[in-house]
């Protein structure tokens, strides 16, 4: 069992930077592929970013590639999301999701443990 508690959203303008954690709680978090999602107002929940157990392999989709960056801490139980050149469009909240799989995961019903959610929001 894992338990993600998400933090460091806010407000920024465009262009600007935010960096979030996930802290997991839990001895097996090291074993856990991890994902942050975001869903704005009226649209589905999408995956913005993926990686594996121990860091070796990301996925980003074409949204935030290039601006978005995961990373992970094992030995603080931590997953991270540095968002840079923030648009507008990126305004949602974003959420931690951590899977059984040690693999990078990037469909959605696989994820089996999630956060409460941290806003982000981007003012043009």
């Known amino acids: 069992q894992v338990q993600l508690v998400e933090s460091g959203g806010g407000l920024v303008q465009a262009g600007g930077s935010l960096r979030l954690s996930c802290a997991a709680s839990?001895?097996?978090?090291?074993?856990?592929?991890m994902g942050w999602f975001r869903q704005a107002p009226g649209k589905e929940r999408e995956l913005v970013g993926a990686i594996a157990w121990n860091g070796s392999n990301t996925y980003y989709p074409d949204s935030v590639k290039g601006r978005f960056t995961m990373s992970r801490d094992n030995a603080k139980n931590t997953v991270y999301v540095q968002m840079n050149s923030l648009k507008p469009e990126d305004t949602a909240v974003y959420y931690c999701?951590?899977?059984?799989?040690?693999?990078?995961?990037?469909?959605?019903?696989?994820?089996?443990?999630w956060g409460q959610g941290t806003q982000v929001t981007v003012s043009s």
């Open positions: 839990g001895r097996t978090f090291s074993r856990h592929a």
């Open positions: 999701a951590g899977t059984e799989s040690v693999r990078t995961v990037v469909v959605r019903r696989s994820y089996d443990y």
